[in-house]
């Protein structure tokens, strides 16, 4: 299977970016699709995960009321949608397919190749 993230770029703070995952050849049991992010010298966090059933979390408390995740279903896609963007959003941003959702990076083996999002000041 492959996950192929876009929409990545430069902008300055308080603005929006509008970030897509695409899955593609991966089996019906992997349907819990994840967001997260590493910004440079740091762990990579979660930020979301939407489970094949449509349930929703977003464990990212910075995330909360700037960010929205929605399902694109023309075009197969996974859209995470920030708004309000800051500097400290700087970071690459990946998407994550599993059977569950996980906060916890180890716990996936499936990964795009991420997209760079950098927030100026």
């Known amino acids: 299977g492959q996950l192929v993230e876009s929409g990545g770029g430069l902008v300055q703070a308080g603005g929006s970016l509008r970030l897509s995952c695409v899955a593609s050849?991966?089996?019906?049991?992997?349907?819990?699709i994840h967001w997260f992010r590493q910004a440079p010298g740091k762990e990579r966090e979660a930020i979301s995960c939407?489970?094949?059933?449509?349930?929703?979390?977003i464990w990212l408390s910075a995330a909360k009321g700037r960010f929205t995740i929605s399902s694109d279903n023309t075009k197969n896609a996974q859209v995470l949608q920030m708004d309000s963007l800051k500097p400290e959003d700087t970071a690459m941003y990946y998407c994550a397919l599993n059977r569950h959702c996980s906060p916890i990076s180890f716990d996936h083996r499936h990964w795009g190749q991420g997209t760079q999002v950098t927030v100026s000041s």
């Open positions: 050849g991966f089996s019906d049991d992997y349907s819990a």
């Open positions: 939407t489970s094949g059933r449509g349930d929703r979390v």
